[in-house]
């Protein structure tokens, strides 16, 4: 596709549950970055990738969230034993990987409830 | 301490007037700043962004942002509002070093009455 996809665009789950977050790129882009956004705040770093490796975790809150790139295209965000607070917009974002000036592109985000 | 503020929640402007969304930074060395418009339901797309060089710089949809070293700011600025220009912005800014993640400021949220 011609931009990032991210699939589900809405999920709702219980306190306690399991979740992944599918996230495609846009084709050739090497850099990948995760966000997230609670309501009425801007967004905030979780995790960035170049290629397969994740080359910044520190904006992952806890143990619960984990990320992988297994191909260096798709990733996946995983959330164990979620919890309320958790219940947020999940943005990825990627570019061309050149360069750290360079633009992102986001995509529509998943929008996660946890009940 | 905060990297990007936008010190206005909410901007209100008619249509057709020049319309002005503010941004200051607090970063050492050289940033690398850029602005976001949010529409409801949607992902962030991107305006414009100032790496080097002219400190006007002109984006997408009309829009321009000025940075301004003196003051620290990088305000969002469009000389002529639409109502579809009604949105929530954000500036956002790279703080340099290995850092390659943005840093966003809070929002301000547009509104273009006709």
């Known amino acids: 596709g011609a931009g990032v996809s991210q699939t589900p665009s809405n999920k709702v789950t219980e306190k306690g549950k399991y979740v992944e977050l599918r996230c495609d790129p846009i084709?050739?882009?090497?850099?990948l970055y995760w966000y997230r956004q609670s309501l009425g705040q801007g967004p905030e770093f979780l995790i960035y990738?170049?290629?397969?490796?994740?080359?910044?975790d520190s904006g992952l809150p806890n143990d619960r969230f984990f990320a992988v790139r297994p191909e260096g295209s798709v990733s996946t965000l995983k959330i164990q034993r979620t919890e309320r607070g958790d219940s947020a917009v999940y943005l990825c974002?990627?570019?061309?990987?050149?360069?750290?000036?360079?633009?992102?592109?986001f995509g529509p985000g998943t929008r996660l409830l946890v009940l | 301490a905060q990297s990007v503020a936008q010190p206005e929640d909410q901007v209100n402007v008619a249509e057709g007037n020049p319309l002005t969304v503010k941004c200051t930074y607090s970063?050492?060395?050289?940033?690398?700043l850029f602005w976001y418009v949010q529409y409801p339901n949607r992902g962030l797309q991107f305006l414009l962004k100032?790496?080097?060089?002219?400190?006007l710089v002109k984006g997408s949809y009309g829009f321009e942002a000025e940075f301004n070293k003196s003051q620290t700011s990088f305000h969002l600025k469009k000389p002529s509002a639409l109502v579809s220009d009604s949105a929530l912005y954000f500036c956002?800014?790279?703080?340099?070093?290995?850092?390659?993640?943005?840093?966003f400021g809070s929002g301000t949220q547009l509104t273009v009455l006709p």
């Open positions: 084709s050739g882009h090497t850099a």
């Open positions: 100032y790496i080097t060089g002219d400190n």
């Open positions: 970063v050492s060395g050289n940033p690398y």
């Open positions: 990738f170049q290629g397969t490796g994740a080359a910044d």
């Open positions: 956002a800014v790279i703080l340099g070093g290995s850092a390659r993640q943005l840093t």
């Open positions: 974002a990627s570019s061309p990987g050149q360069g750290y000036q360079e633009t992102q592109y």
